[in-house]
């Protein structure tokens, strides 16, 4: 009924809409040590306050709860649809070229930077979609809140004190995956395990190891330091371990020992078979050199085949599973620190509904236990699942199939969304599907016609959710 008046006031605020997204996209909100009003510290703080200007400028009604939260409400009617969005971003990493990270540029269709596919593109999208209804007037019997977090990225404690404070909305949705609508997100075990050994000078040796920006991103980079090997050792099981995994190696020589880096590309944790892990190359290089024996490099020989490269599946941890609701369990190891006398490391695995603490959990424990480790985690998060076939869901497929013309049906995820503990909760949008944005790696973008249709279809979906 205002598909055409919705999809005219976005195409001409199309150039607004992209302004509006590098505005949020040059504030580095990645998480920092909390300081008075700012518990996720002062580019959260600050990417806030912005959003929530902005929002004002626009004739919206906002509150802020205490920094952790802020919401955008689209009228004073009672609340049916809750949108929930990110600032949060995570670090930068290395390997940018179209621009710097928290430099956003506009370049053949799409934006660059960190942020703009996750998630400050998608909820500028979800801010233009409440425009066009308020300034359109169409009316509306019930209320849409925007909901704008700031640690989705580290634990979401944020949305956790908002609901500690507001009830659930009857329908939510976060525009925080690809189309079409997600409905059910996988369980989820964030490893941390820890091993301690006996010293040992002996030569050759590893001196040190440390790789890792976050739990939930496939390394792109990884580094260590060795010394006491003969020339032309560590060359050859270089080539040897780039010719097997992939990962490009090289060497500095440092104070009479050797810093080793290596290369490949990084990748969300949920989906760690787009990535080159350049943290089990290293391990791949590592466990093949001629070390003096001690327990260190036992030990790391021992996780090493835990969690060998290119073991996505959680194989050599003796986990693999999979199921036709949510398919198959995925594992990312992502960081380790390793000094003279102990190491510590930390894998991300997403777990189908057929996983549970007695088949992922203990069966894990117990591998780290056989092999000298000790698996910190005492829970896991289970899997979350929404009615498919519900009106909530067959909205959103509807609106997105009218839009796009792509005939769809509902999704699994291995990715943790902010609705993962709602009731009815899915993720919807905003990337088209197959669309690799490069999120969480270097040259993060969104292609700014998905920003522009998914500010079309949001729009049409509060009108048919809340008319």
């Known amino acids: 009924m205002y598909r055409e008046k919705i999809d005219a006031f976005i195409d001409a605020h199309r150039q607004e809409l992209v302004e509006d997204v590098c505005e949020l996209c040059r504030i580095n909100s990645e998480k920092m040590p909390a300081e008075e009003d700012m518990p996720f510290g002062p580019g959260a703080a600050e990417c806030l306050d912005a959003a929530l200007d902005m929002a004002e400028g626009y004739g919206f009604d906002t509150t802020d709860y205490d920094g952790y939260v802020g919401c955008i409400d689209l009228n004073d009617k009672p609340r049916h649809l809750d949108i929930l969005a990110h600032l949060d971003v995570v670090p930068a990493g290395e390997g940018w070229t179209v621009t710097a990270p928290f430099e956003p540029v506009e370049k053949d269709g799409k934006i660059y930077g960190r942020g703009t ?3 400050k593109g998608p909820a500028i999208a979800a801010l233009y979609a409440m425009r066009a209804v308020k300034e359109l007037g169409i009316p509306l019997k019930k209320n849409v ?3 704008l977090g700031t640690d989705e990225e580290c634990g979401s404690s944020d949305i956790e004190y908002y609901y500690s404070k507001e009830p659930e909305a009857p329908m939510t949705f976060s525009p925080d995956i690809e ?8 369980g989820r075990l964030p490893g941390h395990f820890t091993m301690n050994f006996e010293v040992s000078e002996a030569l050759p040796r590893l001196v040190s190891l440390k790789c890792g920006t976050k739990i939930n991103v496939v390394p ?6 060795v010394e006491g090997f003969e020339d032309g050792v560590l060359e050859a099981a270089a080539k040897a371990a780039e010719e097997k995994t992939g990962v490009h190696f090289t060497m500095e020589a440092k104070d009479g020992a050797v810093e080793i880096t290596a290369e490949g590309k990084g990748a969300h944790a949920s989906t760690p078979q787009e990535g080159v892990n350049a943290l089990t190359g290293l391990l791949e290089l590592l466990t093949g050199l001629p070390f003096a024996a001690c327990p ?12 060998p490269h290119g073991d996505f599946y959680g194989k050599g941890l003796g986990v693999d599973m999979e199921d036709e609701l949510s398919g198959r369990l995925t594992l990312a190891f992502t960081m380790l620190t390793v000094d003279a006398a102990s190491l510590d490391g930390e894998f991300d695995s997403r777990v189908p509904v057929c996983g549970n603490e007695d088949n992922v959990l203990k069966v894990i424990q117990e591998k780290m236990k ?11 998060t289970p899997p979350h699942h929404v009615d498919g076939d519900s009106d909530f869901v067959r909205t959103l497929l509807k609106a997105f199939e009218d839009y796009t013309g792509i005939k769809s049906e509902c ?3 291995g990715g943790g969304t902010y609705v993962h503990h709602l009731k009815n909760g899915v993720a919807f949008g905003a990337a088209m599907p197959g669309r690799d944005n490069n ?11 998905d920003l522009v249709i998914s500010a079309k279809i949001f729009a049409q979906v509060i009108v048919d959710l809340c008319s």
């Open 117 to 119: 596919a996750d998630d």
């Open 145 to 147: 809140r925007l909901i």
């Open 179 to 186: 189309y079409p609508v997600v409905n059910v997100e996988k």
């Open 220 to 225: 792109g980079k990884a580094k260590a330091v």
């Open 296 to 307: 260190q490099v036992d030990g790391l020989k021992k996780i090493a085949a835990l969690m």
């Open 370 to 380: 056989e092999n000298g480790g000790v698996l910190l985690n005492e829970t896991m």
């Open 411 to 413: 999704q699994s995820t």
């Open 439 to 449: 999120m969480h790696g270097a040259n993060e973008f969104a292609q700014t016609d």
